[in-house]
């Protein structure tokens, strides 16, 4: 193996356990910025609570995949890692707009990237899924979203 292949190894190597971890830093920071419910209105867990727990659940299995079962690099990384990658980005981007709207292209495109190409299946994941998840929040859990373009049209 040359120095060149063996260094791009190492690099993909720690990619995404970093970027795992970047992610778990940057939404642990987001959650520190929930309101706090007031100690009379507490029925259980602060909403920044669960989100942290889960964070940090996913930081120690992230941790422990590195020592127990480091990743060993064969071939390079193909070109639906690097597009998942950016469709996490774009992600990311569209929330600005509506969560909701993100949640449904990314999916879709996620789908249509990784091979499905049933259109039942891709209604499915793009349309039915980002619904029932923000109905089952918003009816049933009565947890209120960012409000964005779709959003708006819901809450008025």
Do not use: H
């Not at 590195?66 to 597009?83: A, E, H, M, N, S």
């Not at 469709?87 to 499905?116: I, K, Y």
């Amino acid at each position: 193996m040359s120095e060149k292949s063996a260094s791009r190894g190492q690099f993909e190597r720690w990619l995404i356990p970093v970027l795992i971890l970047a992610f778990c830093i940057a939404a642990f920071y987001v959650s520190t910025t929930f309101k706090k419910m007031p100690p009379i209105l507490k029925r259980g867990i602060q909403p920044s609570d669960f989100p942290q727990l889960l964070l940090a659940a996913i930081t120690l299995m992230t941790l422990a995949m590195l020592w127990v079962d480091p990743i060993r690099i064969r071939d390079r990384l193909q070109g639906t890692v690097w597009g998942t990658l950016a469709l996490f980005a774009g992600f990311a981007a569209l929330t600005a707009v509506d969560l909701f709207l993100a949640l449904g292209v990314f999916a879709l495109a996620l789908t249509v990237l990784w091979g499905e190409r049933r259109p039942v299946i891709l209604w499915l994941v793009g349309l039915v899924v980002p619904l029932a998840v923000f109905f089952l929040f918003d009816q049933v859990f009565e947890i209120r979203f960012p409000r964005g373009l779709l959003t708006n049209l819901w809450y008025g």
